[in-house]
């Protein structure tokens, strides 16, 4: 019995949560607004194209998936990741603060209960929610994909399933799959373009999420992919990346189309964003991992005009 099973049968068993007082509703969305302004600018700045209250429950659910990411890799908001000496201790702490949440009572981690509140407010099914563990679950395990769709089936678990829940904010219906369809598509282009900028990173961590069957393609020994003798056929996994990463941009920009305009308006531009990390590194070629690839601020504002433009247009 997976991680998911465990806790859902937990839940299933326990009482309705508890409503909040509005003092401490401001107290966690004052905490989710600081999160997400440290651990993420694209973020931040897509957010804020939100009416208010589509606004909170979105840095309410980063929050908790910003602190979830972090427990797991030993970061502080994104970063650097630490060596790990227990990562099945640390998934269960992040299961059993979850399942806590989720059941209405306080965790001592404002993250936990931020979640506990807007899954509340916004019905958000459960299932998403242990679909996200399920990827720390693989990462905990030391996974690796072998094949595409292995490497598919992990950007689903650690981001697709936030683009259904973040959807199911934004006012979807959780019976809506084809809509939701689309949201995780968009969540999978995100997670594609975090692969493609992050190989040297996830190298240094010992992680890799090339899948073998593309090693072999390319003809790079496993574990090898960062030597400069590889470099030119790395930039080939880079591209093959990006151009995936773009085909699920399209699938979830067609999904937009569900969206209230406000909610429309900052998916479109958060999806115009991450693009163009995706797109920087087929660009780049050999040199997508001399230094960080980063989108600028300018760059960012284009997105958000652009993003204005293409939601009216619908």
Same mark, same amino acid.
């Given at each position: 019995?997976?991680?998911?099973?465990?806790?859902?049968?937990?839940?299933?068993?326990?009482?309705?949560?508890?409503?909040?007082?509005?003092?401490?509703?401001?107290?966690?969305?004052?905490?989710?607004?600081?999160?997400?302004?440290?651990?993420?600018?694209?973020?931040?700045?897509?957010?804020?194209?939100?009416?208010?209250?589509?606004?909170?429950?979105?840095?309410?659910?980063?929050?908790?998936?910003?602190?979830?990411?972090?427990?797991?890799?030993?970061?502080?908001?994104?970063?650097?990741?630490?060596?790990?000496?227990?990562?099945?201790?640390?998934?269960?702490?992040?299961?059993?603060?979850?399942?806590?949440?989720?059941?209405?009572?306080?965790?001592?981690?404002?993250?936990?209960?931020?979640?506990?509140?807007?899954?509340?407010?916004?019905?958000?099914?459960?299932?998403?929610?242990?679909?996200?563990?399920?990827?720390?679950?693989?990462?905990?395990?030391?996974?690796?994909?072998?094949?595409?769709?292995?490497?598919?089936?992990?950007?689903?678990?650690?981001?697709?399933?936030?683009?259904?829940?973040?959807?199911?904010?934004?006012?979807?219906?959780?019976?809506?799959?084809?809509?939701?369809? =689309?949201? @995780?598509? #968009?969540?999978? %282009?995100?997670?594609?373009?975090? $692969? +493609? *900028?992050?190989?040297?990173?996830?190298?240094? &961590?010992?992680?890799?999420?090339?899948?073998?069957?593309?090693?072999?393609?390319?003809?790079?020994?496993?574990?090898?992919?960062?030597?400069?003798?590889?470099?030119?056929?790395?930039?080939?996994?880079?591209?093959?990346?990006?151009?995936?990463?773009?085909?699920?941009?399209?699938?979830?920009?067609?999904?937009?189309?569900?969206?209230?305009?406000?909610? =429309?308006? @900052?998916? #479109?531009?958060? %999806?115009?964003?991450?693009?163009? $990390? +995706? *797109?920087?590194?087929?660009?780049?070629?050999? &040199?997508?991992?001399?230094?960080?690839?980063?989108?600028?601020?300018?760059?960012?504002?284009?997105?958000?005009?652009?993003?204005?433009?293409?939601?009216?247009?619908?």
């Amino acid at each position: 019995m997976g991680v998911h099973d465990r806790a859902v049968n937990r839940h299933d068993t326990e009482s309705p949560p508890k409503s909040l007082s509005a003092s401490t509703k401001r107290m966690l969305v004052s905490h989710a607004r600081e999160s997400i302004g440290r651990g993420s600018t694209s973020f931040t700045l897509a957010s804020r194209l939100f009416d208010r209250k589509t606004r909170e429950w979105a840095w309410l659910l980063y929050c908790w998936c910003r602190r979830c990411d972090d427990i797991a890799d030993g970061q502080d908001h994104g970063g650097t990741m630490s060596a790990i000496d227990d990562p099945a201790e640390r998934l269960a702490q992040i299961a059993d603060l979850t399942t806590l949440a989720l059941e209405g009572h306080p965790t001592g981690d404002p993250a936990f209960d931020a979640l506990g509140l807007v899954a509340n407010e916004c019905t958000i099914p459960h299932k998403y929610i242990y679909d996200l563990i399920e990827g720390f679950a693989l990462d905990a395990s030391g996974w690796h994909p072998r094949t595409e769709a292995d490497l598919l089936k992990y950007c689903y678990h650690v981001a697709g399933a936030v683009g259904c829940m973040m959807a199911i904010v934004m006012g979807v219906d959780p019976d809506d799959e084809a809509t939701l369809e =689309r949201a @995780a598509d #968009l969540g999978k %282009a995100f997670q594609l373009a975090n $692969i +493609a *900028r992050d190989i040297s990173e996830d190298d240094a &961590a010992g992680r890799c999420y090339i899948p073998d069957e593309w090693l072999v393609e390319a003809d790079i020994p496993p574990g090898e992919q960062m030597r400069p003798f590889y470099r030119s056929r790395l930039a080939d996994i880079g591209w093959w990346l990006a151009d995936m990463a773009q085909d699920f941009e399209a699938s979830g920009r067609i999904g937009a189309k569900a969206l209230p305009f406000r909610a =429309r308006w @900052a998916v #479109l531009a958060a %999806a115009g964003i991450y693009g163009d $990390i +995706a *797109r920087e590194v087929a660009a780049h070629g050999q &040199a997508a991992w001399d230094r960080r690839v980063v989108v600028s601020k300018r760059a960012k504002l284009k997105w958000v005009l652009k993003a204005l433009f293409q939601a009216s247009m619908r």
